[in-house]
């Protein structure tokens, strides 16, 4: 391989998200997905613990710390739990409908709960368990990335780390451009609505996931059987073929 050659292997962790349209719009996701998790440790202290910019103190900053921590032990749980669900029911519709809408509902719950019902430890800890289940069901992206550039897996897997890195760095920018003209209402609402548009990103996304179509339908009977036998051998090359017709050779023998 030429020094041409290898620049451009190595390049390629980008240039897929020009050349192939999928990468891109799971890239757009993958950032968005953890958006609250770097954005809200910048504004939450300052909303539940401060008066700062319109903020309520309804809580101690050790009892957010409680919040948050309780919400990084439900994500633990998600992982595992959303791992499996995934697998049966399918990636893109799980992230659709539990991982985005969930992560709305977290999001938008964290702001107006101290709102309305003060300093609730058990109201804000059980939005905590939405919040969480939401983040952590998008742990399907790791095997989204490949599953679209089979054929460049390397390169799919380096975009899906671009992108969240990226994630890490628009979670606060957004909380700090937004909070001095919308405030903290107006941040968490900028999140939910990127949320919202990232399930509808989720529709165009089409993962050739075991089991299931291109459209997230899972397949019934011999389809299923059948492309869950061939998908290993498929993938090493080794696709068995079929015996060779011996019908002469008996006739022969006879």
């Known amino acids: 391989m030429s020094a041409?050659?290898?620049f451009h292997e190595l390049s390629r962790g980008a240039t897929i998200l020009v050349e192939n349209r999928q990468i891109a719009l799971a890239a757009v996701v993958r950032v968005i997905c953890n958006l609250t998790l770097y954005g809200f440790p910048v504004i939450m202290p300052l909303y539940l613990a401060t008066h700062t910019n319109g903020g309520g103190a309804w809580f101690e900053v050790s009892q957010w710390s409680q919040i948050w921590g309780f919400q990084f032990v439900v994500t633990v749980f998600g992982n595992v739990f959303w791992?499996?669900?995934?697998?049966r029911y399918g990636w893109m519709r799980q992230m659709r409908w539990f991982g985005c809408w969930g992560c709305v509902l977290g999001t938008l719950g964290m702001y107006y709960i101290p709102r309305f019902f003060g300093g609730n430890m058990a109201l804000m800890c059980a939005d905590a368990i939405v919040l969480g289940l939401g983040i952590s069901a998008f742990v399907p992206?790791?095997?989204?990335?490949?599953?679209?550039?089979?054929?460049?897996k390397g390169a799919a897997i380096s975009a899906h780390n671009l992108a969240s890195g990226l994630t890490t760095f628009f979670g606060p920018l957004i909380a700090t451009v937004l909070i001095s003209t919308v405030g903290y209402s107006g941040v968490c609402w900028a999140y939910a609505g990127l949320y919202a548009v990232g399930s509808l990103i989720?529709?165009?996304i089409r993962p050739k996931q075991p089991g299931f179509d291109e459209r997230g339908r899972r397949l019934k009977g011999k389809g299923a059987t059948v492309l869950e036998s061939r998908k290993p051998l498929e993938s090493s090359g080794e696709l068995a073929q079929p015996e060779p017709e011996c019908r002469g050779e008996v006739v022969a023998r006879r």
């Open 4 to 6: 041409k050659e290898k």
């Open 83 to 87: 791992g499996r669900m995934g697998d």
């Open 141 to 152: 992206m790791g095997a989204i990335f490949p599953a679209l550039a089979p054929e460049h």
């Open 202 to 204: 989720t529709v165009f």
